[in-house]
């Protein structure tokens, strides 16, 4: 579609008059109306918060002119998986798995590779085969190229480092060392519990990014420990392999 397609579209798919719209981004109604009709189009700060308004690319806005790649990664994206700063305003240049509400997670390319190699190995395409496909493009990528500029000086790995110092403090029967965390999101998490009233409700907010891992438990079986913090908790359960049934073991405020 082109520009005025997406625009016309989004605000009447959220609900929004001409008028509604001007004002949510400080303009006339004259200008959006100029848009819709495809006679100019938002400038970059107005398109910052079109992006942020309807949670979407300004590539989607401008009518996906070009396929958008994690510059971490490497992975195709689309809207639902575009990483966000910490204003909410989507970044078309990472995935939500890279960059969460500002901050960069990864560190080390290899540990990077590690996660990545799993979700890709096939009938068609070997664990070797992924490593040196991975090895060979990632250094290619912008954020990898300009790490130095990136980095934040090892304040995120260093919360991590606390947070796995914390984890493993607890001393949970059962459950193996942890060694490091990675980025998690909500949804591909699947954790609910049941209320009094018979409902399900979810713990976790699909939209945010968390830390977390999966430790086989030391005394073997179906069950394994399921590890998920962040700044204001950490959360520890044990659920079936299949991921079904999942039990609380111990949630702590930090």
């Not at 008028?19 to 004259?30: G, I, N, P, S």
């Not at 001393?171 to 591909?188: D, H, R, T």
Request: charged letters at 25%.
């Amino acid at each position: 579609m082109e520009t005025r397609e997406v625009l016309h579209e989004l605000r009447t798919k959220n609900g929004f008059s001409q008028d509604d719209l001007a004002e949510k981004v400080f303009v006339t109604r004259q200008a959006v109306s100029r848009w819709e009709n495809g006679e100019t189009v938002p400038n970059t700060e107005t398109l910052k918060l079109l992006s942020r308004l309807y949670d979407v690319s300004i590539n989607t806005l401008l009518g996906s002119p070009h396929q958008l790649v994690c510059q971490c990664c490497g992975m195709p994206m689309d809207d639902s998986i575009i990483g966000k700063d910490k204003d909410g305003t989507p970044n078309e240049h990472y995935c939500k798995w890279c960059y969460a509400d500002g901050t960069y997670t990864y560190s080390d390319m290899d540990d990077l590779i590690d996660v990545c190699v799993h979700n890709m190995v096939s009938d068609n395409f070997t664990e070797e085969q992924a490593r040196a496909y991975l090895k060979a493009a990632l250094p290619k990528l912008d954020y990898w190229k300009k790490y130095e500029e990136l980095s934040d000086n090892g304040e995120f790995e260093a919360f991590k480092k606390k947070l796995v110092d914390e984890i493993n403090a607890l001393g949970i029967e059962g459950m193996p060392k942890v060694e490091k965390l990675s980025a998690l999101v909500g949804s591909y998490v699947n954790l609910e519990y049941r209320l009094p009233s018979g409902m399900n409700a979810k713990f976790l907010n699909d939209q945010t990014t968390y830390l977390g891992t999966q430790l086989e438990s030391e005394f073997g079986g179906d069950r394994c420990f399921g590890v998920l913090a962040n700044m204001d908790f950490i959360l520890i359960c044990t659920y079936g392999v299949d991921g079904v049934d999942p039990e609380l073991v111990l949630y702590k405020k930090r």
